[in-house]
C-alpha cells in the first residue's frame, strides 16, 4: 500500500509491490553505522548509514528483536520508534530494500534502554545555547551547543534543518556531525532539548552554514519534464492534471510543494513509497470557464531544503492544454 497526504488528507492507494526476496540479482548490503539512543521513556532513536546500490535502495525496514515495527523511506538515515514501554531495554536492527524489492541482510544489532516514565512531569528543558558549526566538507557539517538544563535530565537533542528533524544524539552529547548534505548550499539549523517525558524545550539560537561546492556538484535539484493541462470533469468542474519526474539527488524525494498563480496552493507528500519515473497528480481549479493559471512545483531533498522549482506552465481553463 501506499499512503499520500494531500492537504492534511491521507488517502491509501493500492500499488503492486514486490517481495523481491526472490528476485534475480544483488540485493542491497547490510546497513552500518547503525545506532540505538533513548530520546525518552518511550522512544528510541535509530540512525544509520546510508546503502549504495543499483538499483538504489527505496526503504529501509526496522526491527525490534525479530519484529519489523517501521518503515523509512531511502532518502531518510534516522527514525524515531515511538510507543515503547518505560525502563525497558530493546535490541534493534535495519534492513534495506531496493527498487526492484530485493531485501538486504540485517545490519548488527544495537541495544538501547528507555528510561522510567516521570510521572506529572510537565516542565520542558531549557532552550539549548551558543550553537556554533562549520562545514567539514562539502556534505556534512560540525556542530556544537551549550547544554539544557531540566528539573530532572535532558535525554536527548534533535537536530533541525530549517522546519525538518535530521538529526538527534544522547542527552549528554553536545556536539555532533550532521552528513548527507548538498555541497555549495546554505543550511539553517537549530537543536531541541528532550526529557524522559517528551517535553520539548523551544529552539536555541539557529547557526547558518554553507557547504562549500566539491567536484561532485549535485546537479538541477527541479523537477524534470514538467507537464500540465486543464480539463473539465463530469463533474462540470475544471482540474489541473500534472506530470513530472523526480530531480536525480541522493536519496528518494517524497514530498512536492505546488505552486499556483505565485502563491502556495497544496502540499503533496508520498509515505515512504513514491512512484518512480513519471509522477501525476490533479487538483481542482474551479468551474469558471476562461481563467489562466501559472502553475509549478518544487522538491523537498532528503536534506531537508527546497529544490529549484520546475518550468512554470500557464494554461487557461477550458481552452485545451
Known amino acids: 500500500m501506499r499512503?499520500?497526504?494531500?492537504?492534511?488528507?491521507?488517502l491509501t492507494l493500492a500499488c503492486g509491490c514486490a517481495t523481491g526476496d526472490g528476485d534475480e540479482g544483488r540485493a542491497p548490503g547490510a546497513p552500518?553505522?547503525?545506532?540505538?539512543?533513548?530520546g525518552s521513556a518511550t522512544s528510541v532513536h535509530v540512525m544509520w548509514n546510508a546503502v549504495s546500490g543499483d538499483p538504489p535502495v527505496a526503504s529501509y525496514e526496522i526491527y525490534r528483536g525479530g519484529t519489523k515495527v517501521a518503515d523509512a523511506p531511502g532518502s531518510a538515515?534516522?527514525?524515531?520508534?515511538?510507543?515503547?514501554?518505560?525502563?525497558?531495554?530493546?535490541?534493534?536492527?535495519?534492513?534495506?530494500?531496493?527498487?526492484?524489492?530485493?531485501?538486504?541482510?540485517?545490519?548488527?544489532k544495537v541495544r538501547a534502554t528507555t528510561p522510567a516514565a516521570v510521572a506529572q512531569d510537565?516542565?520542558?528543558?531549557?532552550?539549548?545555547?551558543?550553537?556554533?558549526?562549520?562545514?567539514?566538507?562539502?556534505?556534512?557539517?560540525?556542530?556544537?551547543?551549550?547544554?539544557?538544563?531540566?528539573?530532572?535530565?535532558?535525554?536527548?537533542?534533535?537536530?533541525?534543518?530549517?522546519?525538518?528533524?535530521?538529526?538527534?544524539?544522547?542527552?549528554?552529547?553536545?556536539?555532533?556531525?550532521?552528513?548527507?548534505?548538498?555541497?555549495?548550499?546554505?543550511?539553517s539549523f537549530t537543536?531541541?532539548?528532550?526529557?524522559?517525558?517528551?517535553?520539548?524545550?523551544p529552539a536555541g539560537p539557529p547557526v547558518r552554514l554553507t557547504t562549500p561546492a566539491g567536484a561532485d556538484e549535485a546537479?538541477?535539484?527541479?523537477?524534470a519534464d514538467f507537464r500540465a493541462t486543464a480539463r473539465l470533469d463530469a463533474d462540470g468542474a475544471y482540474y489541473l492534471d500534472l506530470s513530472w519526474v523526480a530531480p536525480r539527488v541522493d536519496g528518494v524525494v517524497t514530498e512536492y510543494q505546488i505552486q499556483l498563480d505565485g502563491q502556495?496552493?497544496?502540499?503533496?507528500?508520498?509515505?515512504?513509497?513514491?512512484?518512480?519515473?513519471?509522477?501525476?497528480?490533479?487538483f481542482y481549479a474551479g468551474r469558471d470557464k476562461g481563467v489562466e493559471h501559472r502553475v509549478r512545483l518544487r522538491a523537498r531533498l532528503p536534506d531537508g531544503t527546497w529544490g529549484a522549482f520546475s518550468a512554470e506552465r500557464t494554461l487557461t481553463t477550458g481552452a485545451g492544454g
Request: glycine share 12%.
Open 32 to 38: 552500518t553505522g547503525v545506532t540505538a539512543q533513548a
Open 3 to 10: 499512503r499520500v497526504v494531500l492537504c492534511g488528507l491521507v
Open 122 to 187: 510537565r516542565s520542558a528543558p531549557t532552550r539549548p545555547g551558543r550553537l556554533t558549526g562549520r562545514a567539514a566538507g562539502s556534505r556534512a557539517v560540525q556542530l556544537s551547543w551549550s547544554a539544557s538544563t531540566d528539573d530532572r535530565k535532558v535525554m536527548s537533542y534533535d537536530v533541525y534543518q530549517g522546519g525538518t528533524k535530521v538529526h538527534s544524539v544522547g542527552g549528554n552529547q553536545t556536539a555532533t556531525v550532521v552528513t548527507g548534505l548538498r555541497p555549495g548550499t546554505r543550511y
Open 77 to 108: 538515515h534516522m527514525l524515531d520508534i515511538v510507543r515503547l514501554t518505560p525502563a525497558t531495554a530493546y535490541v534493534f536492527t535495519v534492513r534495506a530494500r531496493d527498487a526492484d524489492g530485493r531485501l538486504g541482510p540485517s545490519s548488527r
Open 219 to 223: 546537479g538541477d535539484t527541479a523537477p
Open 264 to 282: 502556495p496552493a497544496t502540499s503533496l507528500v508520498w509515505g515512504g513509497d513514491p512512484p518512480r519515473g513519471r509522477a501525476e497528480y490533479s
Open 191 to 201: 537543536v531541541r532539548a528532550r526529557d524522559a517525558a517528551d517535553n520539548l524545550s
